[in-house]
């Protein structure tokens, strides 16, 4: 069974920085890519970023981009999301998700799914 669990989400100010984890387990690195994706409170959810198993290409949001790192660590299975500069317009339900494309850009490319860590970034 795949299952992603996500943490490192918190309150922050304006300006602040956090740094998000995805433990992976069940799953199977050898193709495909890890994703982070958010929702916020009245929004449709947004792929932010997304990392490549294999070369490790990533991609980033255009509002993203310049402030947000994603990088992996192999040996544990693990994704993360560095997350500097941070904006009000940042808060939202943070989730990571496996994919099978090595370029993920859509909602539908993505398979399994985390339950999300909560950002806040006040003002």
């Known amino acids: 069974e795949v299952q992603l669990v ?3 989400g918190g309150l922050v100010q304006a300006g602040g920085s956090l740094r998000l984890s995805c433990a992976v387990s069940g799953f199977t690195f050898d193709e495909g890519a890890i994703g982070w994706i958010r929702e ?4 449709g959810r947004e792929v932010v970023s997304s990392i490549a198993i ?5 991609r980033y949001a255009d509002a993203v981009k ?3 790192t994603i990088s992996r660590d192999g040996a544990r299975n693990t ?3 560095q997350m500097n500069s941070l904006e009000p317009e940042d ?5 990571c998700a496996t ?3 090595e370029w993920p850009t859509q909602l539908y490319e993505y398979t399994y799914w985390g339950q ?5 970034v006040s003002s």
């Open 66 to 68: 310049g402030r947000f």
């Open 116 to 120: 999300g860590t909560q950002v806040t």
């Open 91 to 95: 808060t939202a339900l943070y989730s």
């Open 40 to 43: 916020a409170p009245g929004k």
């Open 54 to 58: 294999r070369g490790g290409t990533t």
């Open 79 to 81: 994704v993360y999301l």
């Open 6 to 8: 996500e943490s490192g």
């Open 99 to 101: 994919s099978w494309s």
